[in-house]
């Protein structure tokens, strides 16, 4: 089996455009966590998000009828791959490029739902229900690049039309923990030989009218609309708020790397996934699930939970959610619970969906590097049995040789990664 290194972090967060800077950002303490700008937010329960506010894509997308047909998750997602690439020396006019492969996730599903509202509401009759007659006859003037904009996959294209990546590639649908899998696929296909190198990550809009819709009623987000409301592993814990965002990482062969002169972040070394029993309409299960994604990724590295030194958690800040993981971080590390140092950029950042999970890989592998880990914000007294150190308030210096990185979905999904500091 060849041996995984990152070498290229491509992000672009309500913090920052590009890993250094949301990177300090973080280790400062700062939120991007306030009121909703990009549309009027009232007719939802929560109106605060991390939005990213000084965004232009055209630095990054070099085809302009590309950049016409993305949606704005395809544009972060473009403009990540492309720092994450270039911080990796990877030139998009080599032609070697032909065999790097891609694995993307995204909860991205639709265009703009605004460029079929007028239609549908002309095609409904005078009791509210569609008309189907109606309907065929405004569906000829509707948007005529709606469903082709909303191609959840079609980014994919977008990739490897302006980058040429030509190798093994896979879209997964969820959030925290299909960034995760993305990753861990990418890492699975690098170690058994299928490529030497590949792009892998999560983006998501979560900040879109479309999405804060979808999840507004979930068990999900706070309805307390004021700064500090984020609160993961307190008592006053309420709910998270949704962030925007996307985290790209060039995933490469450990001796390909170095050859090219590359210092690579750490080495991946275990993936595991899992799944808690919940029932239909449910989003938090009990826990069981990433605790044996965690087992699964740490038997992998051939490490046990005294050897992880940091974790990039979830934090939820939703009690029960919140409750799970801790309970799940004791059953996967045993003793190691006790002195391992965790955390959550969600009071920071927000949810950030399918980024989160690819965006806590890029915080463990450089919490490896810098010997720092980034804190908890507005924690500031633990719920019962969420015991563990969750780095709350200010960063600290850690040295550590092992750490996990996790992903949660929103069905009792669950993903982790191991690294190893080089």
Not at 334 to 347: I, L, Y
Request: contains cysteine; charged residues 20%; negative net charge.
């Amino acid at each position: 089996m060849n041996r995984v290194v990152i070498s290229g972090i491509g992000v672009v967060s309500p913090l920052g455009t590009g890993f250094t800077q949301t990177w300090k950002e973080l280790v400062a303490g700062r939120s991007a966590v306030r009121p909703i700008t990009a549309y009027d937010p009232s007719s939802l329960r929560t109106r605060f998000g991390a939005e990213i506010t000084d965004f232009d894509a055209k630095p990054f997308v070099r085809n302009r009828k590309s950049l016409r047909l993305m949606t704005r998750a395809n544009q972060l997602a473009h403009a990540a791959v492309r720092l994450a690439t270039e911080e990796a020396r990877i030139d998009p006019a080599t032609s070697g490029n032909d065999s790097v492969g891609v694995f993307l996730a995204s909860e991205n599903q639709i265009s703009d739902p605004l460029h079929i509202l007028d239609a549908t509401v002309e095609a409904c009759g005078p009791d509210g229900r569609i008309d189907p007659t109606r309907l065929g006859h405004e569906a000829a003037r509707m948007y005529p690049l709606f469903f082709v904009e909303g191609l959840p996959s079609a980014e994919l294209f977008f990739l490897s039309e302006e980058f040429g990546f030509a190798g093994p590639s896979a879209f997964l649908s969820g959030a925290g923990d299909a960034g995760i899998s993305a990753i861990g696929n990418a890492y699975r296909a690098i170690a058994r030989g299928e490529t030497t190198v590949a792009v892998a990550g999560g983006f998501d809009d979560g900040v879109s009218w479309w999405c804060m819709s979808k999840l507004d009623r979930l068990d999900l987000l706070t309805g307390r609309n004021e700064a500090g409301a984020v609160r993961p592993y307190d008592r006053d814990a309420s709910g998270t708020v949704l962030g925007e965002g996307a985290c790209m990482l060039v995933l490469e062969d450990y001796d390909t790397a170095v050859a090219r002169g590359i210092e690579p972040y750490a080495e991946i070394v275990g993936f595991g996934g899992g799944s808690d029993p919940v029932t239909p309409g449910e989003i938090w299960g009990d826990g069981t699930g990433l605790r044996n994604a965690m087992a699964s990724a740490m038997r992998e590295a051939g490490v046990a939970g005294t050897d992880i030194g940091y974790v990039a958690a979830d934090g939820a800040a939703v009690i029960r959610a919140d409750l799970a993981e801790a309970r799940a971080l004791r059953a996967a590390l045993g003793a190691g619970a006790d002195t391992v140092a965790a955390n959550s950029v969600q009071p920071a950042l927000g949810q950030l969906l399918s980024a989160a999970g690819p965006l806590n890989v890029a915080l463990a592998a450089m919490t490896l590097r810098e010997a720092t880990v980034t804190p908890t914000l507005n924690l500031s007294a633990a719920a019962p049995r969420c015991d563990l150190d969750w780095v709350p308030g200010t960063a600290r210096e850690l040295r550590a040789d092992y750490s996990l990185a996790l992903g949660r979905g929103l069905s009792g999904q669950a993903a982790a990664l191991a690294l190893r500091r080089l």
